[in-house]
């Protein structure tokens, strides 16, 4: 395994993941403040996750003609030009520009550019027999560092009230400070090392013929597993314990960063569960009982079993998310990942945009949980539908040789 090239990968994915973190639970609350309807704030959150999905497809597709490291930079480039925007944008439409060209990332789980390059370069780094261990280091980093972020959340108000101030412009602050995260990320890519580019005649084919039906099934089911998730994202849920419970920034903060820490634990079993039951019903031995319990949680009588029902599920819901990045990478060859992961990732981003639009709506005519019960619906259809088509798709067979992959070196 490349161990210099991981560590550079997982540094980058921390320090986003500390940036989504707060951005996530700040978001909703920050456009409620600059006088946004409820349906406007599910529409510019579902403008972050579009506008993703689209940045995602159109890199994975061309990823052929460039560099990974010059794909990442001009990505990290990009998350600070959204964050300035943010940060000193207040109007509805300047706003959904932004979020709509942007990396804004308005969901617990990362569904960025960053995701499709970063998940390319650990499938080189790390040999397949390292490779679910490799994924479940990157979800632990995210996880937890993730928790800290929303955690975070929490100060805009308090440094409000330590200053004598509004929270406003120390909210607009903080989206600075996404700007100067996206500056970090690129000082570290920065420092990946070079690979050669591809020529119009070395253009890897995106899908071989034996991997196309695999792909696309697996991208319309993660797509309907999208849909319910994005009626349940983690900006879409304040805003439901906002509105339904009045809970403050500086409480859902607390919540989310205890939920996050569950989350983080949980991946320290992924390799040991894959190993013992193999990646695909890893992926779906837990995510069930997540969604009976996303199902539950609008029919709790008060805010602390609320909260009791998103910590538990918060413990088990993420066990799928490595074993299902180590899955789609081993169905097929390595000269289609970037191919696979995009068409896997994107169709996921469109659907979850969806799930944002929806949400607002419903909560603006009921402040009922009936987004989260409809979620869990959708996700216990996406489990019985993938144990059925994929019980017997086999795993590639492969011996990767990246110029990256750190070979032992001999002795005469």
């Known amino acids: 395994m490349n161990s210099a090239l991981v560590r550079r990968v997982l540094l980058a994915r921390g320090l986003r993941a500390f940036a989504d973190g707060y951005v996530a639970l700040l978001l909703p609350l920050y456009l409620l403040l600059l006088g946004m309807s409820t349906l406007q704030v599910g529409i510019i959150t579902a403008g972050t996750l579009f506008g993703s999905a689209l940045l995602t497809l159109a890199v994975g597709l061309q990823a052929w003609r460039f560099s990974l490291r010059s794909l990442l930079l001009a990505a990290a480039a990009l998350m600070g030009v959204t964050g300035l925007g943010f940060g000193v944008l207040t109007d509805y439409?300047?706003?959904?520009?932004?979020?709509?060209v942007g990396t804004l990332n308005a969901s617990s789980d990362d569904v960025s550019v960053f995701l499709t390059l970063?998940?390319?370069?650990?499938?080189?780094?790390?040999?397949?027999?390292?490779?679910?261990?490799?994924?479940?280091?990157?979800?632990?980093?995210?996880?937890?560092?993730?928790?800290?972020g929303a955690l975070a959340a929490g100060l805009p108000s308090l440094v409000a009230s330590a200053l004598g101030i509004g929270v406003r412009p120390v909210m607009q602050a903080s989206f600075i400070g996404y700007a100067l995260i996206g500056v970090s990320m690129a000082a570290i890519y920065r420092h990946l090392p070079r690979e050669p580019q591809a020529t119009d005649t070395a253009r890897p084919a995106a899908l071989g013929a034996s991997s196309r039906r695999t792909v696309y099934k697996l991208a319309a089911?993660?797509?309907?597993?999208?849909?319910?998730?994005?009626?349940a994202i983690q900006s879409m849920l304040v805003l439901w314990l906002h509105l339904h419970f009045g809970l403050t920034p500086a409480d859902t903060a607390k919540?989310?960063?205890?939920?996050?820490?569950?989350?983080?634990?949980s991946f320290f079993f992924v390799p040991r569960l894959a190993r013992r039951f193999g990646l695909l019903n890893t992926m779906l031995l837990f995510h069930a009982p997540a969604s009976v319990l996303l199902l539950l949680i609008p029919l709790m009588p008060n805010a602390s079993w609320t909260i009791a029902l998103i910590l538990l599920r918060a413990a088990i819901a993420s066990l799928d998310v490595p074993a299902r990045s180590a899955y789609v990478m081993s169905v097929v060859t390595p000269s289609e990942r970037p191919a696979a992961a995009s068409l896997t990732v994107v169709p996921r981003s469109l659907m979850?945009?969806?799930?944002?639009?929806?949400?607002?709506?419903l909560l603006s005519v009921s402040s009922f949980g009936w987004p989260l019960m409809?979620?869990?619906?959708?996700?216990?259809?996406?489990?019985?539908?993938?144990?059925a088509g994929f019980a017997k798709v086999p795993l590639q067979s492969e011996s990767d040789a990246s110029p990256w992959a750190e070979r032992p070196t001999t002795r005469n």
Request: charged share 5%.
């Open 93 to 100: 439409w300047p706003l959904l520009l932004v979020a709509v």
């Open 118 to 148: 970063e998940h390319t370069l650990l499938s080189r780094a790390a040999p397949p027999a390292q490779r679910t261990s490799a994924f479940a280091r990157y979800s632990l980093v995210g996880a937890t560092i993730g928790a800290a």
């Open 374 to 387: 409809i979620a869990g619906i959708v996700k216990l259809a996406y489990n019985a539908m993938l144990f």
């Open 255 to 265: 919540i989310f960063f205890c939920s996050g820490l569950l989350s983080a634990s």
């Open 221 to 231: 089911l993660f797509s309907l597993d999208a849909f319910g998730g994005g009626l």
């Open 352 to 361: 979850w945009a969806a799930g944002p639009l929806l949400t607002g709506y």
